[in-house]
């Protein structure tokens, strides 16, 4: 009965860690997307007003 519950329990960590792991992995890449898209477009905005004071001062 103890070896039977201890399968059982294992199996259930294992399960539950797969679907954790999955879980995270999604959240992590959603969550890079989102920041590295902000990042670009406010980096590229920058980028673009400088390039435009330099060209309107010139």
């Not at 797969?18 to 959240?27: K, P, T, V």
């Amino acid at each position: 009965l103890i070896k039977i519950f201890f399968l059982c329990s294992l199996y259930l960590f294992i399960y539950l860690s797969i679907y954790l792991f999955i879980f995270l992995s999604i959240y992590l890449s959603i969550y890079l997307s989102i920041c590295l898209s902000i990042y670009l477009s406010i980096y590229l905005s920058m980028y673009l007003s400088i390039y435009l004071s330099i060209y309107l001062a010139i």
